[in-house]
């Protein structure tokens, strides 16, 4: 067993250990807490910069007048290639407008069927 007179130096060398510890990591997160501050400080720095690089552009810059937009003046050229009315008859598909039509039409079979499948989804989909 340690005598007294050899445990107090090492209380008080453990004592003086802890502290010096205890400063480096107060010293450590101080350090950090000042090298967050400059980044911060350098961050709104740099946004002041750059807002007034921007301001400055943005006075001496000149923008483009605004030109009135012009009309064609080329005559309108009707297609040569089919008239209205067959052009009509072209993009309308020839499709049966009621079921009238349908029942005269070449393809009645189909456009039944089609007209069926439907009616099929219409009341499966409850709409």
């Known amino acids: 067993m340690l005598s007294s007179s050899k445990i107090e130096p090492l209380k008080t060398w453990i004592r003086l250990r802890s502290q010096s510890l205890s400063m480096k990591n107060r010293l450590n997160w101080l350090q950090s807490l000042l090298t967050l501050w400059d980044i911060m400080n350098t961050w709104k720095l740099c946004k002041k910069n750059m807002l007034i ?75």
Not at 57 to 83: A, G, V
Not at 91 to 111: A, F, I, M, R, T
């Open 53 to 127: 690089q921007l301001t400055k552009m943005m006075t001496t810059s000149k923008l483009p007048t605004e030109t009135q937009l012009r009309r064609s003046t080329r005559e309108h050229q009707p297609s040569r290639r089919y008239t209205s009315d067959e052009y009509l008859l072209l993009s309308d598909g020839g499709e049966p407008k009621n079921y009238q039509e349908v029942l005269l039409h070449d393809e009645k079979k189909e456009w039944l069927k089609a007209m069926h499948e439907e009616m099929k989804s219409l009341h499966k989909n409850n709409t």
